[in-house]
């Protein structure tokens, strides 16, 4: 099996340069290519079909909890971006403006969204105008941009594609309860489909959204330990919809504002699952987002009727599982075995003459590489087994390096070692002074990634300052 | 019911003014709104709901016949649009450039994608190899933009969703065909889905594609007569893998030029819809595009059980049809009939306790008004039938229309007889010059709609000129 080597060696090693690593896969394993535009990548079709998968279990479960699509236009006024004070600032300096259309200059120019808290406000403004309109709980599938300096396939790109919630509210309370369920639903699509556990928690002052009153995310760590922020939501209170006028009268008959949430995940999602799952062999997809779930390849192709047996079975599949069929010429058996592990394909399906004439076929895992023979007959029932095992121990995997890569820290010593040994988490009280945070940056590259939900006791003062402290962060470095 | 004339009243007579009733129905029913990007328009979640269902059809139709979707960049840049010289004609004019990013300006504009075509040969040409790599058949679900001077909501906006496909084939042939199985498809869309019978045919020249050898449309008939083109598939030849050098090796090792498509169907199809099936009541929705299929109106829900009651049939019917219960407090029933009405939804099911008691209630269909008492025991079942006869019948009344305002004409007398009087479509013979067509325009507003599939021996000579003519073509106004 000489192209076996031969086709490894393309890929570097993960442990020598997991950036390289990465930018391998992505290309290798057909994600995603870069283009004539700066910055911005294709997604070609692997890579779309987890964004797919991605979408539609992320969107049954907007819709079940009473969430409504709609599109609103890709370009904004500079005074409607230009009306919350905050927002405009942490957003304007990575704009795109258009300033021509139509072959003449325009009179306003508009940018391209980098996000549309303006432009759902505007519009939440024509539109509402009693207690009877609320909630209004509209989400758009879209892409966005902002002009990032440096760039990486779908962990950071000028253009990429997302969904943005945007709602409004008759109360706070309410509206409160909105950004965390639908961070609930985050959790859920990352932990449940993509085989990855999340930390909960809100992030701190410093680090939340330009114009938001708090952000909550849910971080997940990647296969170096590092912090990948995986999706957010964030409560607004009455920052926008008092500037932007979103106002309704209330069962008294009085005015009052509205109370605002917005929420997001993205194609970096893509990322996170490249980097959580994949190992030296390649790409490594928790089956229930796999475009492909299993792939029948057959050996001995020429001998009689194992093609035949084949097609056979992939069509009995088909009707369960999303299924390839590599009937390539051309290519080796060994190459193709290689190539659909590169591509992170769950379960390979191998059957030769002789075991077509026994009856059977070798199941084999992409998690563990383990393989079973398995009666031609059981094959619907046991696939559907395997892929459940692979998808749990996918998850139980990350959640042992998660668990066992995060640490605890009382002072900057302890802190800076722990993040020197383990590159993970650190769990590590904090006084609420931003100061603390940029200390902690300067010295190890770690940020402050939340302020879990689940708070723990690790000491009564801020691992930074030593000052009284009862929060507890947990930190990290980032992608 | 006095709220009943007060609303119908709010929507303007479809036949005094029809471009204002159709303004007024997509803002009663909420399909969609005016926004302060000039040009653009908010999609509300019932139209939203309406471009879902069509995006489901159809993109499952096109993965059935092979394609595979993907997601390329928004931005083109200059040099990119410019490669092929028919296309920037056409397209330069009307395009959105990009000049600042970053807060700095570009070195090379960007331009908003008017269309695809330039990225996609971009990057076939970096990706293709070999004939093995043959052929690929992407598609995109996107927005584009184009710098429209006058727009209406869904028929003409300066953004406006849609999908291209765009694909590369070995053989001329293997192209041509994949560009007329691609009509194929929109024409089972549109008919089946939309229920509105199309007219397939080729563009004349002056009417094709900037930058294709030959462009295919279905063409469809409106309420008033007037045509709108509701989808279209492009054939390239070679026009833009040469000057993009999107080129293989053949099975002889020769290197050759691929030959190119592309195709589209955009939120358009929802202003079709709106213009061929509505009527002074407003919205009349197709029962397999409609976001809702039936309402339940409980009928004096103060007396006891009737919520109850609505909402145990309501929870059935939710197992096979998309339904919604109005429980709503403060609006009458006669409003509630008319909102629903104005809205489109097919059908209408009414309770009241009597009906409750006798195990009946009432379904009104919104295509004939006509009532029918059924068992509530058979709903599930007759509502099905009732769903299926009205898409039927839908089609069958558009289908009416349009083979009774398409008249023949021999003449130009006759022609423009025809066309003041039916307004319709008007079948006549064309010599092939440009000059006639231009005529044709002039004297009557008329265009060339397609050389249609079906040909039909209207006469030997042009309508126009009196010239000998074999070909024979559909004339019509046009959206």
Redesign the interface.
């Known amino acids: 099996m000489s192209d076996n080597k031969e086709f490894v060696k393309e890929i570097t090693n993960i442990e020598d340069d997991f950036a390289k690593w990465y930018t391998d896969i992505v290309k290798k394993a057909d994600l995603a ?1 870069y ?3 700066k910055g ?6 692997y890579g ?2 987890i ?2 998968n991605i979408q539609n279990y992320a969107d049954d479960l907007f819709k079940k909890s009473g969430v ?10 500079e005074s ?1 971006l230009q009306k919350e004070k905050d927002h405009v600032e942490g957003f304007a ?11 003449e200059d325009l009179e306003e ?2 940018c ?1 969204r980098p996000t549309s808290e303006t ?1 759902f406000s ?2 939440y403004s ?2 509402l105008k009693s207690w ?1 309109d609320l909630p209004m709980v ?1 989400n758009q599938w ?2 966005v ?1 902002r ?1 990032e ?1 440096e760039t990486r396939p779908f962990l950071r790109s ?2 990429f ?1 997302w969904q943005e919630g945007h709602t409004i509210h008759a109360t706070a309370q309410e509206a409160e309860e909105r950004t965390l369920q639908m961070l609930e639903i985050y959790a859920r699509v990352i932990e449940d489909l993509l085989a990855i556990p999340v930390v909960k928690g809100q992030k701190t002052p410093s680090e939340k959204f330009a114009g938001a009153d708090a952000t909550y995310t849910v971080e997940t760590m990647m296969h170096d330990g590092r912090a990948l922020q995986s999706g957010t939501s964030h409560y607004f209170g009455q920052n926008f919809t008092k500037p932007f006028d979103v106002k309704f009268q209330n069962k008294e008959g009085k005015e009052e504002y509205a109370y605002q949430t917005s929420w997001g995940i993205s194609t970096r999602l893509i990322g996170g699952v490249i980097m959580a799952h994949g190992d030296n062999r390649g790409l490594k997809l928790p089956p229930r987002v796999a475009p492909i779930q299993a792939v029948i390849i057959p050996i001995a192709t020429h001998k009689e009727g194992v093609i035949e047996k084949a097609q056979e079975i992939y069509k009995k599949l088909l009707e369960d599982y999303r299924v390839k069929l590599d009937l390539r010429d ?1 290519y080796s058996t060994g190459y193709k075995f290689n190539d659909w592990e590169m591509r992170g394909v769950p379960v390979r399906i191998e059957m030769g003459p002789r075991d077509i004439e026994n009856g059977v076929c070798v199941l084999v895992r992409r998690d563990t590489l383990e393989k079973k023979e398995v009666k031609l007959e059981d094959l619907p029932h046991e696939l559907g087994l395997l892929l459940e095992d692979i998808q749990s121990n996918m998850f139980k995997e990350c959640k042992k390096r998660l668990k066992e890569r995060t640490t605890t820290a009382t002072n900057l010593e302890e802190f800076c070692k722990n993040m020197e040994k383990e590159q993970g988490f650190i769990k590590a009280m904090w006084c609420g002074d931003e100061a603390c945070e940029d200390k902690i940056r300067e010295l190890t590259g770690a940020k402050s990634r939340c302020i879990p939900f689940e708070q723990e006791h690790i000491s009564d003062t801020c691992v930074c300052c030593g000052k009284k402290a009862d929060k507890m962060v947990i930190w990290g470095r980032q992608y």
């Open positions: 290519d283009t004539d535009t911005c990548v294709a997604i070609k079709p779309y079909a964004w797919e409504e699509n709609v599109y609103f236009p890709l370009l904004i006024p409607l300096p990575e704009v795109a403006w258009v300033t021509q259309g139509g072959g120019k508009l391209i432009m505007n519009l024509k539109w009877r509209y879209c892409s941009l002009w300096k000028r253009e594609l051309g």
